[in-house]
């Protein structure tokens, strides 16, 4: 073999493997076994307060310490609000009961699952707990 042979060979295998390692570094990852991505919280919201009204009627959602918490109209739900693909705030859907990322149209349900989209991994969902007006999240 000449040494121009050679080279194309060469170059032409090291095109190759690139293009397979591109491919393989962008293959969506297994989401279901990633750990869910959120801050560790605990703190209260109280329903009487005028910034936290929303929450009184189904489908009411309000955001606070990194966290969406959300009126399903049957129960309340908290979830980690950045979107674990690019950080994007997440928002709640009523329509679908999912929570939805406006950036690139990642979708997490409401145990904080990829549904669809790139998210990599889940988003943490914390506990809620209401006594009388006062709601609990913590996890």
Do not use: W
């Given at each position: 073999?000449?040494r121009?042979?050679?080279l ?11 293009a ?21 919280v ?12 929303s ?8 955001s606070?310490?990194g ?73």
């Amino acid at each position: 073999m000449n040494r121009r042979d050679f080279l194309k060979t060469s170059c032409a295998l090291c095109g190759l493997a690139g293009a397979a390692a591109l491919i393989e570094s962008c293959k969506k990852t297994n989401s279901t076994s990633s750990t869910p991505q959120g801050p560790t919280v605990n703190f209260t919201l109280d329903l009487s307060q005028p910034a936290n009204a929303s929450l009184n009627k189904s489908g009411g959602a309000v955001s606070s310490a990194g966290v969406i918490v959300v009126n399903t109209g049957s129960t309340y739900i908290a979830l980690a609000q950045t979107c674990t693909h690019n950080g994007c705030n997440i928002g709640y859907n009523q329509s679908s009961n999912q929570f939805i990322c406006p950036c690139h149209n990642g979708i997490f349900d409401t145990n904080g699952k990829v549904v669809s989209g790139p998210p990599p991994a889940p988003v943490k969902k914390y506990t809620v707990t209401k006594n009388g007006n006062i709601l609990t999240i913590a996890g």
